[in-house]
């Protein structure tokens, strides 16, 4: 016999879950539905994909710049060479 | 307003170099009335593929900041080809290759090594996890390693109808991507049934069949499945 009952140890483990699905739930309208919520997660693939696909211009208005695909490359290859120093 | 085409891949030749026909539309389509809504919050007119036109103004389906914009685009394009052959084939071969490396990286010794633990010569192909640091390919590799296989894949294949189906409808699309992406990384990262495998054959010296194990792996896999689907409509939809 477990020190704490078997039901209370599955109570536990399925409240706390159960918590964290409904403030989940509750917050939907909120933090999930609106197109400008994106979680941090997949923003990063998000960001890369556009980057990667959509997004081709470069600067802004009459301002110049470089575009995005480029400044990867450049971030890309220099990170290369960075990870062979020693760390 | 200047489209400029990214310069750093063309040298590479066989990846093809042309703009979405979806940009063209957006970009020859739409007065500039709306655009002067950008320009008033940003100071700055310019072409910007990811404006959702029709909600404009409303925070909640769309920000007037590019930064934001730029992240995700909130607009669909529904004639975008998505699930072709060609992203079927491409998945389907890159999940069964990323999925063999990451489960031979995952048991790194090489088979048959026998060394001594506990007094006791057992076999070392087992002990996956006492390496540190571990090797796996990631998701963003993943994604960097299918973009250029896409694009090449779609370069090579002719423009034939198979079934009806078009072989190679245009460039490869940020959709495919997305699926080739999702059917690579689901089968990614190696079962985690396999440290039991390991536990029992490293500590407790035994070893079962291989049909054995091959169906203690698929009844630990399938139950899951089974969960999922059952509560798709609670917990993904």
């Given at each position: 016999?477990?020190l704490?009952?078997r039901?209370?140890?599955?109570?536990?483990?399925?409240?706390?879950?159960?918590?964290?699905?409904?403030?989940?739930?509750?917050?939907?309208?909120?933090?999930?539905?609106?197109?400008?919520?994106?979680?941090?997660?997949?923003?990063?693939?998000?960001?890369?994909?556009?980057?990667?696909?959509?997004?081709?211009?470069?600067?802004?208005g009459?301002?110049?710049?470089?575009?995005?695909?480029?400044?990867?490359?450049y971030?890309?290859?220099?990170?290369?060479?960075?990870?062979?120093?020693?760390? | 307003?200047?489209?400029?085409?990214?310069?750093?891949?063309?040298?590479?030749?066989?990846?093809?170099?042309?703009?979405?026909?979806?940009?063209?539309?957006?970009?020859?389509?739409?007065?500039?009335?709306?655009?002067?809504?950008?320009?008033?919050?940003?100071?700055?007119?310019?072409?910007?593929?990811?404006?959702?036109?029709?909600?404009?103004?409303?925070?909640?389906?769309?920000?007037?900041?590019?930064?934001?914009?730029?992240?995700?685009?909130?607009?669909?394009?529904?004639?975008?080809?998505?699930?072709?052959?060609?992203?079927?084939?491409?998945?389907?071969?890159?999940?069964?290759?990323?999925?063999?490396?990451?489960?031979?990286?995952?048991?790194?010794?090489?088979?048959?090594?026998?060394?001594?633990?506990?007094?006791?010569?057992?076999?070392?192909?087992?002990?996956?996890?006492?390496?540190?640091?571990?090797?796996?390919?990631?998701?963003?590799?993943?994604?960097l390693?299918?973009?250029?296989?896409?694009?090449?894949?779609?370069?090579?294949?002719?423009?034939?109808?198979?079934?009806?189906?078009?072989?190679?409808?245009?460039?490869?699309?940020?959709?495919?991507?997305?699926?080739v992406?999702?059917?690579?990384?689901?089968?990614?990262?190696?079962?985690?049934?396999?440290d039991?495998?390991?536990?029992?054959?490293?500590?407790?010296?035994?070893?079962?069949?291989?049909?054995?194990?091959?169906?203690?792996?698929?009844?630990?896999s399938?139950?899951?499945?089974?969960?999922?689907?059952?509560?798709?409509?609670?917990?993904?939809?």
């Amino acid at each position: 016999m477990p020190l704490i009952p078997r039901i209370d140890q599955w109570l536990l483990v399925m409240s706390t879950q159960l918590i964290g699905f409904s403030m989940g739930g509750l917050c939907q309208s909120f933090l999930v539905v609106p197109a400008s919520m994106i979680w941090p997660e997949g923003l990063v693939y998000c960001a890369l994909l556009n980057t990667l696909h959509t997004v081709d211009y470069a600067g802004a208005g009459e301002r110049g710049g470089i575009s995005r695909k480029r400044f990867f490359m450049y971030v890309l290859i220099g990170g290369a060479i960075y990870y062979l120093l020693p760390g | 307003m200047t489209l400029r085409l990214p310069i750093c891949l063309s040298t590479v030749r066989f990846i093809r170099i042309s703009l979405p026909p979806t940009l063209a539309t957006f970009a020859s389509a739409q007065p500039c009335a709306i655009d002067r809504a950008v320009e008033d919050v940003t100071g700055a007119r310019f072409f910007d593929p990811n404006l959702d036109r029709a909600r404009i103004g409303d925070p909640n389906q769309d920000s007037p900041y590019p930064e934001v914009r730029s992240a995700v685009a909130n607009t669909d394009d529904p004639e975008m080809p998505c699930s072709t052959i060609r992203a079927w084939i491409l998945g389907v071969i890159m999940a069964v290759i990323i999925a063999g490396i990451n489960q031979f990286l995952y048991v790194p010794f090489t088979f048959g090594t026998i060394f001594i633990f506990n007094d006791r010569h057992v076999n070392t192909s087992a002990c996956s996890y006492f390496r540190y640091p571990s090797v796996m390919i990631t998701q963003i590799p993943i994604l960097l390693v299918s973009l250029p296989l896409g694009r090449g894949i779609a370069s090579i294949l002719p423009d034939v109808e198979i079934f009806g189906a078009k072989l190679s409808p245009g460039p490869f699309t940020i959709k495919e991507h997305v699926l080739v992406l999702a059917m690579t990384i689901v089968g990614a990262y190696p079962a985690y049934a396999t440290d039991i495998i390991a536990v029992q054959r490293v500590f407790y010296n035994q070893q079962w069949s291989f049909a054995c194990q091959c169906l203690f792996f698929t009844q630990l896999s399938w139950p899951c499945y089974v969960f999922s689907r059952n509560t798709a409509c609670m917990v993904q939809y």
